[in-house]
């Protein structure tokens, strides 16, 4: 049991956002070449994904709500759902049926990411594992990736590739069973606010969170199609993908911790764009660089913003950490909405000036914070 707490932390983000969310990326390709569905089909599963990802973060956004239940019983459910929306997507031919199940698994995700947030940073002696609650968004998309990897070289249709992964979360919801984290603390905002990091806007947070959210989202989506088309290192770019972003939340925390969350946050989103950039030229050295900085950078702004939002002043009645991924989920539904209007190269362009926007957006604080000052 002495490690209980770092499985715990790991396991989260691995079924909620690793298989639940981000299961469906390489298996677009898949899904394709069976003709069980088309591009326009799936761009719209991974909005409806999505949709639910902005659905599960609203309800979450309730002061009220968040303080009348507790957040390791709905880490709980939210586990299971994933498990049974994976299965569930298994036995689907259905366009509107594969449409629900990826609203609730999104649903399901947000509630993972907020209220597995809450268990994290409010449970005194989970603070350590936080690194790993991060980390565990990779850990679930190399688990995912290869387990489709290994799936198509035995010859397995995708119908086994998600009742494979829902058994793994099965299992895992079990494993969180047995053991509860503790109950929780209730921190007093103000005196755990670190006083050396910048205090910005809570609506100007929202916005840029959003920003981002739209930014990598295509990338997020469409990388394994796109390495496949370019035909260089196609199955396993995605995994790439997540190995880099196993670290990242550590030494993005890290690196705010020496220069500052804003400024980290500026490096964050301009390395985001530059990756877009290469991935809008569509060459496959360009590609393989494209997934490194932004699987090593998409999980930093998460931990940036979650733990920037820990600090931003907002409305009483406002759960700011829910709110802030509730403005991501937006970006991430319009994504593959425009996909549909344009090609995935040209909205990776699209997604790279954005996210160089956002980071402008985050010095205009700065600079507005240090003209107060001055004043």
Request: one cysteine or more.
């Amino acid at each position: 049991m002495r490690y209980f707490k770092h499985f715990y932390a790991l396991a989260l983000l691995c079924v909620g956002m690793g298989l639940g969310r981000f299961l469906l990326t390489p298996l677009v390709p898949v899904l394709m070449s069976e003709g069980r569905f088309t591009l326009g089909s799936l761009s719209l599963m991974a909005s409806a994904n999505y949709l639910g990802y902005l659905a599960g973060s609203l309800l979450g956004s309730s002061r009220a709500l968040t303080h009348a239940i507790r957040p390791e019983r709905v880490v709980i459910a939210c586990t299971l759902t994933t498990a049974v929306t994976l299965f569930a997507m298994g036995n689907t031919e259905s366009e509107a049926a594969a449409l629900v199940w990826r609203f609730f698994a999104g649903m399901a995700s947000a509630g993972l990411m907020v209220f597995g947030a809450l268990v994290i940073f409010q449970t005194p002696h989970m603070k350590s594992a936080a690194p790993l609650f991060f980390a565990g968004v990779g850990a679930g998309i190399v688990l995912g990736n290869e387990w489709v990897n290994l799936a198509v070289f035995a010859e397995l249709s995708s119908v086994w590739i998600w009742r494979g992964a829902g058994l793994f979360s099965l299992v895992v919801c079990g494993c969180l069973m047995f053991r509860q984290p503790g109950e929780l603390s209730q921190p007093d905002a103000v005196a755990t606010r670190p006083p050396e990091v910048p205090s910005m806007r809570w609506w100007m947070l929202v916005l840029i969170y959003g920003m981002a959210g739209f930014g990598y989202i295509i990338a997020a989506t469409y990388l394994p199609l796109l390495a496949k088309q370019t035909g260089f290192f196609p199955q396993h770019v995605w995994t790439l993908f997540g190995i880099a972003a196993l670290p990242a939340g550590l030494y993005w925390m890290r690196l705010a911790h020496r220069i500052g969350y804003q400024k980290t946050l500026i490096l964050n989103l301009l390395i985001q764009a530059a990756s877009m950039l290469l991935l809008a030229l569509g060459s496959p050295l360009g590609l393989v660089f494209a997934a490194l900085g932004i699987g090593s950078s998409f999980m930093g702004t998460v931990a940036l913003v979650m733990s920037l939002a820990r600090q931003v002043v907002a409305p009483g009645a406002i759960q700011l950490m829910a709110l802030v991924t509730f403005s991501y989920g937006i970006g991430q539904v319009l994504g593959p909405l425009v996909v549909l209007r344009f090609s995935v190269q040209e909205t990776c362009f699209f997604a790279a000036m954005t996210l160089a926007v956002a980071s402008v957006l985050v010095q205009l604080s700065m600079e507005e914070k240090h003209a107060i000052r001055e004043y």
